[in-house]
């Protein structure tokens, strides 16, 4: 079981208000998933490598060329929260 | 194409399966191509069947779309899913529930549950989009009883697909046929400057002869009813002359916590962009500080399982716990792919049910618990984890219900797998 | 008296690249660009976009860590910095967390006292420029709401991390001159086009370091660390515990604002970027971007040494300021360079007694050189040219005017005994033998002339008509 502190610790930073009884239910669940998912530990890792991506890819870049930006009409197309030219948001503290 | 009868008939199925989020009014085009809702179409409504994108109209189509509407594609709708891909039955969906055409009562899988439906039902389309990031293109196919092909990770370009998680995420195909599987999956590869993880490698050349391994794994705690009907069509392949031996990949068990830690990772950062800023579900956003603003809009706009992955995924890669959870499932990841790489040494494709049930009752989901649901994708998510090519296809019928088979190939071995998939389809 | 001070600079610098970090969104005049016309889906964080790694960026960094004396990584990777506030386009950064371009650097810092200081560069970091807000009614923390433009996301910024070696804002702001100079002479960085910010870190007697984010140039920096060393001494005196928080400068209400307190410390909970790959730097890769290096400071030195034959303390005087060592490079073109050299050491020494760099001077080249011909032949005193100096750093347009001051003057006998027949005094007492009265003669001549007779002269022109 996890302590109760944690889940909504986690809520906090991942900004989601949870009621009591979601709290619970997810004390619940996630303690559940969570203690299921140790079986890894018996895995022996020492000398393996993690697996970021399914096979090595390496060196990806691209050129610097410039490419047309969006028009200011399609860059604010899907903001409900804009002022004249700028999308708009809340205060930043 | 009768476009008005294509279009009548997506009407009449989504009223009695709940296939479409969005169905195209002004659709028109060679053929019909319903496209899950977490890939980008211009213009159109994409909501990766969330709340917290009611309101989303890319301005750009994904590749693979640029790519199909170049060869005539018309989108017919977008597909009804879990919603971002977070689910195995799509019954997490913000907006309608699909339904099985087989057994209405029943899901259709998930996440691509409206494309599978889609093409299990409707008479004019043949092949639909659908994505795959545990085996959600598998899955439904197995369910609705239709073809689903999951290509290697990186053979199509993920540039448009909204992420569930980066390093899983594959689009791919759900189709009436292995051929028309195929023809699909032809039209959308190919790489692609703006996805830096897609690839150049060019599919090599069909195998003459084909062996098939059958991992042991995959046949455990699996409905023995299914176990039955998969080695009898095993059974006909080795008869018409495919050799068939037995293979073991032994880190099976850890598949499901290393998949699930790693996409969740992944997912949790790919879902901080939500937050009523720029696009989707908004609020007024005067006279409130961000965190109350952006809690606001978050917790209105994701589902319950939505939250409950967030919420582990950003346990899973907190400091204190990164080590024995990010960074180790990565480690058993890397034996996960070992293992086929292992397999594939002695042999071409591996045969496994899709499944290890048939498309349960919706009644029957809502008794099982998150970790329950979890553990329903064994059979697909350590294939994903490798991104290995994967495909799925019906293989007769348990209860009445359709199930499927998968085929595994090694990367870019699409064709051996093809070439497997339609002997069998040949046994009817 | 404040104690045991320790800065550490995190200075974010925007790159000189033709496009953006992950996007191919122009960089052309980009801070003059009207409000969100410089975006795309992929630097507003459309869903579906993913970032596309820019080469010239790594091009630029690899530089930026050669010329800061650093190692740079054979190999590299990005991360996921994940936080939410309105600035982020994705709600997480882009960033260089576990392996950084380059590290272990350093650049060295002289006072104008010539006392040199080697400040160490912990790590240079490749990262992406978040969105620009407006605190709309109020500043940061009182605003209604803000206006976001995201014409600055996803620029690329070299992040250049120090080590906590700096001890004085002055310091800070020698440093954070030198290091501008030097990227602008690499030409990664424009100054007045692109931006230059850090974060800056301050602890004073042992205590917790408080981190005052975003300040942005080389004056402000000056500012908030003195204010910081300020505010924290006063919380010592008042017998109160500094505790470890994030500030943010305010430059028009000239205030620093608390924005969170450690407990609420973020998160950030990192994790590879699955959609960027490794990045191996060669060692093929390393000399082809070394190739491109301009002179740089140590070279210079060891060069204008064995070319020009001066001596090490002034080679060192004129290569340690890149901006010094390019005008001393365009005065030599016309003039000797051990000569000049003696006349730029002193120009050197004349701007840092009175604040100033060369840059913010409009002092030319064709100016100076003109002074020293003057000096040369002998049309103005030596002291009269050191005086000339310190008029023409201020007002250089006002140069042939200044020098009608100071020119040598033919009237030099006439001066002299204007001096012997006001001074009588001391004129009766070097009589006397009073060698001291010379002295003093001397100096008055010198004054009367307005520094336009030199030493020798007066001198020899006293002891002639006093004989």
């Known amino acids: 079981m996890l302590e109760k502190d944690l889940i909504k610790k986690l809520a906090k930073i991942s900004r989601l208000n949870l009621t009591e009884p979601e709290s619970k239910k997810f004390e619940k669940d996630i303690g559940q998933i969570l203690e299921s998912f140790k079986i890894i530990e018996k895995v022996d890792t020492k000398k393996i490598e993690p697996s970021f991506q399914p096979f090595e890819i390496k060196n990806i870049t691209r050129e610097d060329s410039v490419e047309k930006s969006l028009i200011l009409e399609d860059a604010l197309k899907n903001a409900e929260q804009r002022e004249k030219n700028f999308f708009k948001g809340p205060r930043s503290v | 194409m009768n476009t008005k009868k294509v279009l009548e008939e997506a009407k009449e199925l989504d009223k009695k399966y709940n296939i479409f989020i969005t169905i195209n009014e002004n659709f028109d085009g060679k053929f019909p191509l319903a496209v899950k809702d977490n890939i980008c179409t211009k213009d159109i409504l994409t909501t990766a069947g969330s709340k917290i994108l009611h309101n989303y109209y890319p301005v750009f189509d994904a590749t693979a779309i640029e790519k199909l509407k170049k060869r005539g594609a018309g989108i017919i709708g977008k597909t009804v899913m879990d919603e971002f891909g977070f689910g195995t039955f799509s019954t997490n969906c913000a907006y309608k529930i699909p339904k099985n055409p087989h057994d209405p009562k029943r899901c259709c899988g998930g996440s691509s549950g409206g494309s599978a439906a889609y093409i299990a039902a409707s008479k004019y389309a043949e092949f639909a989009i659908g994505q795959s990031t545990g085996g959600s293109i598998t899955c439904p196919a197995a369910f609705c009883g239709v073809v689903g092909l999951t290509p290697t990770y990186g053979l199509v370009s993920r540039y448009g697909l909204i992420d569930y998680a980066n390093s899983l995420d594959k689009i791919g195909v759900l189709a009436k046929s292995v051929e028309k599987a195929s023809s699909c999956l032809q039209m959308i590869i190919g790489h692609d400057s703006k996805d830096s993880t897609s690839v150049k490698k060019k599919q090599g050349i069909q195998k003459k002869k084909i062996t098939i391994g059958i991992p042991k794994e995959y046949f455990a705690n699996v409905d023995k009813r299914i176990v039955v009907q998969v080695m009898k069509y095993v059974k006909k392949l080795e008869k018409d002359g495919f050799k068939v031996k037995k293979i073991s990949l032994p880190h099976t068990k850890y598949a499901v916590p290393a998949y699930y830690i790693i996409a969740l990772s992944e997912a949790s950062t790919n879902l901080a962009k939500f937050c009523g800023l720029r696009y989707g579900l908004s609020y007024s956003s005067e006279e409130k500080g961000f965190n109350e603003y952006f809690s606001e809009v978050r917790t209105a706009g994701f589902g319950e399982e939505a939250k409950r992955r967030i919420i582990l995924g950003t346990y899973v890669r907190m400091a204190g716990y990164r080590d024995q959870y990010y960074l180790k499932a990565l480690k058993v990841r890397t034996l996960i792919i070992r293992d086929f790489k292992e397999a594939f040494k002695k042999v071409d494709v591996l045969i496994a049910p899709s499944m290890p049930m048939i498309a349960p009752k919706f009644s029957e989901i809502e008794k099982l618990t998150s970790l329950q649901q979890y553990t329903s994708d064994i059979l697909t998510v350590a294939p994903n984890l490798a991104g290995i090519p994967q495909l799925s296809i019906p293989c007769g019928f348990v209860d009445k219900m359709p199930i499927g088979m998968q085929i595994l190939g090694d990367y870019f071995r699409e064709d051996d797998i093809i070439a497997v998939g339609k002997q069998v389809e040949k046994y009817g | ?467």
């Not at chain 3, 410089?38 to 080469?55: A, D, E, F, Q």
């Not at chain 3, 060393?229 to 209400?253: H, N, Y």
């Open chain 3, 1 to 467: 008296m404040v104690k045991n001070i320790k800065i550490g600079l995190e200075t974010h610098v925007q790159l000189n690249t033709n496009t953006k970090l992950f996007c191919s969104c122009s960089m052309k005049n980009i801070s003059e660009a009207p409000e969100n016309t410089r975006c795309c889906p992929i630097c507003l964080g459309m869903p579906g976009s993913k970032p596309s790694l820019n080469k010239a960026v790594l091009d630029l960094a690899i530089k930026i860590g050669l010329a800061l004396d650093c190692k740079i990584s054979p190999e590299t990777f990005f991360s996921r910095k994940t936080y939410l506030y309105p600035d982020m386009s994705k709600n997480f950064q882009i960033t260089q967390y576990e392996i950084p371009i380059a590290k272990k650097g350093k650049l060295e810092i002289t006072d104008r006292n010539g006392k040199r200081k080697e400040i160490n560069i912990e790590r240079i970091n490749i990262e992406e420029d978040p969105a620009k807000l407006h605190h709309v009614d109020g500043d940061i923390s009182s605003a209604k709401y803000t206006l976001i433009n995201y014409n600055r996301s996803g620029i690329p910024l070299c992040e250049i991390v120090t080590s906590p070696d700096l001890s004085t804002p002055k310091e800070a702001r020698i440093f954070l001159k030198k290091l501008s100079s030097i990227l602008e002479y690499l030409k990664v960085f424009i100054p007045g086009e692109l931006s230059m910010k850090s974060d800056v870190n301050v602890s004073i007697e042992g205590g917790e370091r408080i981190e005052v984010k975003n300040v942005t140039g080389i004056i402000e920096v000056e500012k908030v660390i003195d204010c910081e060393i300020f505010r924290q001494g006063c919380l010592l005196d008042d017998k109160k515990k500094i505790e470890r928080e994030t500030r943010a400068w305010l430059p028009e209400s000239k205030t620093i604002v608390l924005l969170r307190k450690k407990e609420s410390e973020e998160d950030y909970g990192y994790i590879f970027e699955p959609d960027l790959t490794k990045i191996e730097v060669s060692k093929e890769w390393i000399q082809k971007i070394q190739k491109t290096l301009p002179e740089l400071a140590h070279q210079k030195i060891e060069r204008y040494q064995k070319q020009y034959g001066i001596s090490q303390e002034l080679a060192f005087s004129m290569a340690s300021d890149l901006d010094i060592a390019i005008f001393y490079e365009k005065c030599i073109i016309k003039q000797d360079p051990k000569f000049a050299a003696t006349w730029i050491d002193l120009l050197k020494k004349t701007l840092y007694y009175n604040d100033l760099s060369i840059k913010e001077t409009k002092l030319t080249t064709e100016i100076f050189l003109k002074l020293l011909d003057l000096v040369k032949s002998e049309k103005v005193t030596k002291s009269g040219a050191e005086m000339i100096l310190r008029d023409i750093i201020h007002s250089p347009e006002k140069f042939e005017d200044i020098i009608k001051n100071y020119s040598i003057i033919d009237n030099a006998e006439q001066i002299v005994s204007d001096v012997i027949s006001e001074e009588s005094k001391a004129v009766s007492e070097y009589i006397s033998g009073n060698q001291k009265a010379l002295q003093f003669l001397m100096g008055q001549v010198i004054k009367k002339s307005n520094r336009r007779i030199d030493a020798i002269t007066a001198k020899s022109m006293l002891e002639k008509k006093l004989k």
